[in-house]
Nanobody, 123 residues
Framework: VHLVESGGGSVQAGGSLRLSCTSS????????MGWFRQAPGKEREPVAI???????SYVDSVKGRFTISKDRAKNTLYLQMNDLKSEDTAMYYC??????????????????WGQGTQVTVSS
């Protein structure tokens, strides 16, 4: 399955961006989805997760600033990022677990991945 991210860019600290992730497969209905990020020299980390029951979870550093959501009609996953900080600078990846019972909480889980979209925040 091909996941495609968009919406990245360069913003100043305090600004906002909204990332989008769509699937090339119209009938793709993954078990869970999430956003991960990877900064240069650092490991890929989960940022926001949307579980199969609609539960959302966030890494502590983005709580209160980022919101993950999904438009089922458009089959699109979003990440609204507000009050961006320089430490949010990274490549952001959309990921999904296609199989029932899968996990989207770790980059080592069995996931479909997008190619990433760069977010750069200048202070």
């Amino acid at each position: 399955v091909h996941l495609v991210e968009s919406g990245g860019g360069s913003v100043q600290a305090g600004g906002s961006l909204r990332l989008s992730c769509t699937s090339s497969a119209y009938t793709y209905s993954p078990y869970c989805m999430g956003w991960f990020r990877q900064a240069p020299g650092k490991e890929r980390e989960p940022v926001a997760i949307l579980d199969s029951d609609g539960t959302t979870s966030y890494v502590d550093s983005v709580k209160g600033r980022f919101t993950i959501s999904k438009d089922r009609a458009k089959n699109t996953l979003y990440l609204q990022m507000n009050d961006l900080k320089s430490e949010d600078t990274a490549m952001y990846y959309c990921a999904a677990a296609a199989l029932m019972g899968g996990s989207c909480r770790s980059p080592t889980d069995s996931l479909d991945w997008g190619q990433g979209t760069q977010v750069t925040v200048s202070s």
